[in-house]
């Protein structure tokens, strides 16, 4: 399960996004009218692989900040558990 909080205010409710275990996400962002936000998922660092349609190769971040005007492409850091 992955989850975030939008932090629209005192009162900002949990966004959740319910996955399957070995099926691989992105998550495209865009940033359409706050001036800077930052995105998280709990327990995972995140790969940018795409930032306004250009691929890059940005090291691991756990929460990027999205500038005004901006498009990323970022895909979750995959755990293996420990057996």
Same mark, same amino acid.
Do not use: H, K
């Given at each position: 399960?992955?989850?975030g909080v939008i932090q629209? *205010?005192?009162?900002?409710? @949990?966004?959740?996004a319910?996955?399957?275990q070995g099926k *691989?996400?992105?998550?495209? @962002?865009?940033?359409?009218s706050c001036p800077n936000f930052v995105f998280s998922i709990d327990g995972h660092n995140l790969s940018i692989i795409e930032a306004n349609g250009i691929l890059?190769?940005?090291?691991?971040?756990?929460s990027p900040q999205v500038p005004r005007r901006t498009t990323l492409l970022c895909v979750p850091e995959r755990y293996q558990a420990s057996r």
């Open positions: 399960m992955c989850s629209a *205010g005192p009162w900002s409710e @949990l966004t959740v319910n996955v399957q *691989g996400y992105d998550f495209r @962002l865009i940033e359409m890059t190769e940005l090291p691991l971040v756990d």
